[in-house]
DNA sequence: GTGAAAGCGCTAACAG
DNA sequence: CTGTTAGCGCTTTCAC
């Protein structure tokens, strides 16, 4: 009697067919040089036996994987959601399948997932690494499996790197703020380890310096980048003696936590304070007044990084790419002159 | 010369250590009957050749793999990013990882993945299948691969399934909106092929027969579950004639949609327009008024639907599960008499 | 406690 | 055009 749960090996597809296990391998990869007689039959039996190429055995064998490893530092964040979702649409188009890590921006859960990538021999690795120094990514690089880094760099590691132009970005936010007569801008930014952390005060300060302003270090807050410290942070810089009179925020879930901030406040935007952020979302249209950002192009980010990373899968052996992608600023209503907050402390 | 991109296989190490694969092999796996000495030694060459074993092999000798696949309709859906979420922090405690997959409510595409994680033998799936009808699912089943269905069910193949209780919020939302004497309710709800759609259509009908009001055909929209259905949806409802005083919707993305028609029309929330929805999502509290939904445990029905499977996984037999997950009512303010439509159409 | 050897299912020379 | 054969890297009896 057949085990219900033993599937039909080649050598099975081959014995009823009456030819051999390599005959049928042949017919299976679409391989040219098998008659058409002999291809029909292999075909019916593969068919009536429900038999399916067991690609455990085809990996091991062809020394390759049709698998891509996806890591990222929070797939709950829409931004990288929809970087997952350009990487599938690339990776589907060509046959292969997404192997996806959630880092937690936790450098031991990325080693983890990094190791088990490697084990797993998959065909190439997209990663936003937890910090540039990551160096397991290095490992995957010396074992021959191809690396391209997607949102932050890795410094340690010569790889293809696909990015915004962080700091353009940044400095654009701020200007438009300055643009409204700020000067007491808060700025909540992540950990200054990622590269858009770095870039993006770096491009912030550079827009205060050059509009003649001195940042207040008592105004700028590196967290995790989460809503949760988001919110905290930005209730604490509103809560102080002097607050500010805008808020920069560093990605979407920071905007998310500050706008609850200031809602807690309720403070009105943007009379008692202006915020401009990172990323667009389709709630940011949604809410009263609509919220200024720049828009990353995170398709496409998505989409040139998967092509990249198939390039070196296929052979390409090209010097390292470092893509920089433009910043498109949504400017909407969420910013302008600093006016109620102000008059009403100087009215107190 | 050692090739760069050459990996050190287990007869590597055996070699160096002066000892057998097999030894090697019990070393590496934890084995108990290995000597302290050649443990020591195994693990120092180990180390220093940088080896780690092939997880393609490992896994065709032992017919496992740690793979789970997780398929979901649309992974820029909140909705399902939550549920991956869960699903990675079960699995990755016990060391599974996540082949991801989007369907895109393509039956085509579905049934590419799920062959693929046949043919990659992966231990178990779990799945939100295109329709109830799916057969494919069938397919693994028969192959011993344990599948769990969440969110929809597989009407079509007897397996795990964890679900909320889509009828009983459908019903309760549609009951909050005659409760302020609404009538005319517009319904906008994803596709009858679906458990989720078929379900929430039921509990608003039976809602609205259970008040004594007759469903009117002209207000119900079956569409694909997303934004721009959703805004087209809700657009043309409320450009009818007799537009609805109130608005329900299926899903997330279709409150997204219906929030920007309702944008669009310049209508004022109660006031003019009612809108009660599904999922419960954190710009939903930042909107004016804040949304009115049936919250769904996501987190929660993802990893039961996780830990179910790893019990099978493990071998458990036990009888089929049905889990259903309670909704609960976030009441806020976007539901109220219908007033300023109603009396504008009035005076006009 | 350790090694020899078989074999998981497949593909790719190499013959014929 | 087709079959024979070796072997991918690992685990696991089976002997010793």
């Given at each position: 009697m057949k085990l219900i749960n033993q599937q039909p090996s080649i050598s099975d597809v081959a014995?009823?067919?009456?030819?051999?296990?390599?005959?049928?391998?042949?017919?299976?990869?679409?391989?040219?040089?098998?008659?058409?007689?002999?291809?029909?039959?292999?075909?019916?039996?593969?068919?009536?036996?429900?038999?399916?190429?067991?690609?455990?055995?085809?990996?091991?064998?062809?020394?390759?994987?049709?698998?891509?490893?996806?890591?990222?530092?929070?797939?709950?964040?829409?931004?990288?959601?929809?970087?997952?979702?350009?990487?599938?649409?690339?990776?589907?188009?060509?046959?292969?399948?997404?192997?996806?890590?959630?880092?937690?921006?936790?450098?031991?859960?990325?080693?983890?997932?990094?190791?088990?990538?490697?084990?797993?021999?998959?065909?190439?690795?997209?990663?936003?690494?937890?910090?540039?120094?990551?160096?397991?990514?290095?490992?995957?690089?010396?074992?021959?499996?191809?690396?391209?880094?997607?949102?932050?760099?890795?410094?340690?590691?010569?790889?293809?790197?696909?990015?915004?132009?962080?700091?353009?970005?940044?400095?654009?936010?701020?200007?438009?703020?300055?643009?409204?007569?700020?000067?007491?801008?808060?700025?909540?930014?992540?950990?200054?380890?990622?590269?858009?952390?770095?870039?993006?005060?770096?491009?912030?300060?550079?827009?205060?310096?050059?509009?003649?302003?001195?940042?207040?270090?008592?105004?700028?807050?590196?967290?995790?980048?989460?809503?949760?410290?988001?919110?905290?942070?930005?209730?604490?810089?509103?809560?102080?003696?002097?607050?500010?009179?805008?808020?920069?925020?560093?990605?979407?879930?920071?905007?998310?936590?500050?706008?609850?901030?200031?809602?807690?406040?309720?403070?009105?935007?943007?009379?008692?304070?202006?915020?401009?952020?990172?990323?667009?979302?389709?709630?940011?249209?949604?809410?009263?007044?609509?919220?200024?950002?720049?828009?990353?192009?995170?398709?496409?980010?998505?989409?040139?990084?998967?092509?990249?990373?198939?390039?070196?899968?296929?052979?390409?052996?090209?010097?390292?790419?470092?893509?920089?992608?433009?910043?498109?600023?949504?400017?909407?209503?969420?910013?302008?002159?600093?006016?109620?907050?102000?008059?009403?402390?100087?009215?107190?």
């Open positions: 014995e009823q067919a009456g030819v051999s296990t390599a005959t049928v391998s042949r017919v299976l990869s679409g391989h040219p040089h098998v008659s058409d007689s002999l291809r029909d039959k292999v075909n019916g039996v593969a068919r009536a036996l429900g038999y399916r190429p067991n690609r455990v055995a085809r990996n091991l064998r062809t020394q390759r994987t049709q698998l891509i490893g996806l890591i990222v530092s929070d797939i709950q964040n829409p931004f990288y959601t929809s970087m997952v979702r350009a990487v599938e649409d690339v990776a589907y188009q060509q046959q292969y399948s997404l192997l996806l890590c959630n880092s937690d921006e936790d450098p031991e859960k990325e080693q983890f997932y990094i190791e088990f990538m490697r084990d797993e021999r998959v065909a190439g690795v997209i990663a936003s690494p937890t910090s540039e120094a990551t160096t397991s990514l290095q490992a995957l690089h010396e074992a021959g499996i191809p690396v391209v880094a997607i949102d932050r760099r890795s410094s340690s590691t010569p790889v293809d790197t696909v990015m915004l132009d962080h700091e353009k970005a940044a400095f654009e936010l701020t200007q438009h703020l300055v643009s409204f007569g700020h000067q007491r801008i808060g700025a909540i930014v992540g950990n200054m380890q990622t590269t858009s952390g770095a870039e993006r005060m770096k491009g912030f300060l550079n827009a205060m310096r050059g509009a003649g302003l001195t940042p207040d270090p008592e105004l700028i807050r590196q967290i995790k980048p989460n809503e949760k410290e988001g919110y905290q942070a930005a209730l604490s810089l509103l809560s102080q003696a002097a607050p500010p009179t805008a808020l920069f925020t560093g990605n979407n879930l920071i905007s998310m936590g500050a706008l609850k901030a200031i809602q807690t406040k309720q403070l009105r935007i943007p009379d008692d304070i202006s915020i401009a952020g990172h990323d667009d979302l389709p709630w940011m249209t949604l809410i009263q007044p609509a919220l200024t950002v720049a828009a990353q192009p995170i398709y496409e980010m998505g989409r040139q990084a998967t092509e990249l990373l198939m390039a070196r899968i296929q052979g390409d052996t090209e010097p390292v790419h470092e893509l920089r992608l433009q910043p498109s600023m949504m400017i909407r209503q969420s910013c302008g002159p600093a006016l109620g907050r102000r008059n009403g402390v100087h009215k107190a």
